[in-house]
């Protein structure tokens, strides 16, 4: 068994590092950008930069023309995208927690796969659905799970057991060695150090971005009261559309400059935000905080600015996104599963009240047979997440909660 440390409600604070002046010249660009600051910028940059190029990347397709290259409008209502969990599955599903929790010897979250957690019948139709996330339009919503039934261990057994089907190696997701994070507003911890944690653990909304993993999944524990939508855009669309009208963009996109700030004492690094995949065609891994800055987290001065070019293309992307986007409004027992080389997805802010309180858990996951072959730009972060380094060897799996780090003015960057 692999080693497996199980954690509830320990929180580790970092040492306070004081703050330098940023007085580095920037472009006006902010964490969720602004259409007229956007416009201006491209109307500005066409007498600035009239000799750009007007051709593609070598190598790069004119056009993505496959099932990911979707538009939000296409689907007609959700029964395009959600998969009905029958009677007969959810029976088969506490029939394999049932079968887990009774084999010998002290199991836990490392141990659960499709062996130790056996779907005879509903198994083959999850295979269809990683079929769907790995090689067609990216994205499926999983419903008619009960987890008020469950304990939040058992909850967490049940979701990676059934996820094992859709892709079944978890990455981690951040230094600590944490395989799961709990995705919740963490308010009381506001009120007490007066300090905001990182996104996963507040009511912001956020803006269009990828994680660091292969396949992103959420399983929605609770809802908000209000607020809390998903948004998924394809990256192929977004793709297709710059191509045929601002191909010089691509090329921004896909050259290896872009700085990311590691907010730890200046640190950062530089990679594209845009990759020709091999065998899938192009798709983007990005977050904007790290190329952007934000009111919470201000970028460093010994961290280099991006520039107007850059900026004008970085907000191309997202206009796309939030242009062509697909609302999910997740359900509770809703598992979300996607592609996250394929799209780009946001949130709303949400607010909770009373029972009704935003709680999902985030898996990292792949699928070794069908994922999509990792660039050499990328194959570090690919190696931090799914590789046997330092930071996995005691893996933490935290049940109720997962501990929110501080949010302090430069910090060691995490996968998280």
């Known amino acids: 068994m692999a080693a497996c440390t199980i954690r509830s409600n320990t929180i580790h ?26 416009k201006d910028r491209v109307e500005r940059l066409k007498f600035l930069e009239p000799n750009r190029p007007t051709t593609l990347p070598a190598g790069w397709p004119l056009q993505v023309d496959s099932e990911r290259a979707w538009s939000g409008s296409d689907f007609k209502s959700e029964d395009d995208y959600v998969f009905h969990f029958t009677t007969e599955d959810l029976r088969e599903i506490d029939a394999a927690l049932d079968h887990f929790k009774a084999l010998p010897g002290n199991l836990g979250p490392d141990d659960v796969n499709q062996t130790t957690f056996p779907l005879p019948s509903l198994g083959g139709r999850l295979v269809e659905v990683s079929e769907t996330v790995h090689d067609g339009r990216g994205f499926v919503v999983l419903r008619g799970l009960q987890p008020d039934k469950y304990s939040n261990h058992d909850n967490i057994l049940l979701y990676l057991g059934v996820t094992s089907y859709i892709a079944e190696t978890r990455g981690m997701q951040d230094y600590d060695g944490r395989m799961l994070l709990h995705i919740q507003a963490v308010v009381e911890d506001i009120k007490k150090n007066g300090s905001m944690p990182n996104s996963p653990y507040v009511a912001r909304a956020q803006p269009f971005h990828t994680d660091l993993c292969d396949v992103l999944s959420l399983y929605a ?9 998903c948004f998924l855009a394809s990256s192929a669309k977004i793709y297709n559309e710059i191509a045929k009208t601002r191909p010089d963009i691509i090329h921004v996109l896909a050259k290896d400059d872009w700085i990311f700030d590691e907010f730890w004492n200046g640190q950062h690094h530089t990679r594209p935000l845009l990759y020709n995949f091999d065998g899938q065609g192009p798709g983007f891994q990005f977050s904007r905080r790290p190329l952007t800055g934000a009111h919470f987290s201000p970028h460093h001065p010994d961290v280099p600015a991006m520039t107007e070019i850059q900026a004008e293309a970085l907000d191309t992307v997202y206009f796309l996104a939030k242009e062509h986007a697909v609302e999910l409004t997740l359900k509770k027992g809703d598992i979300e599963i996607f592609n996250n ?12 009240e009373g029972s009704k309180r935003r709680h999902m858990l985030r898996l990292w996951l792949r699928n070794q047979e069908r994922m999509w072959k990792v660039p050499p730009a990328l194959e570090q972060v690919s190696w931090e997440c799914y590789g046997d380094n330092e930071y996995r060897k005691n893996a933490i799996w935290d049940i109720e909660r997962s501990p929110p780090e501080l949010r302090i003015k430069h910090r060691r960057a995490s996968c998280a």
């Open 13 to 38: 604070a970092m040492p306070e590092i004081p703050e330098a002046e940023d007085k580095v010249v920037r472009p006006e660009i902010g964490w969720f950008p602004s259409y007229k600051v956007y």
């Open 221 to 229: 524990l609770n809802v908000a009261a209000y607020g809390g939508e």
């Open 341 to 352: 080389f394929a799209m780009l997805h946001a949130r709303s802010g949400f607010s909770d």
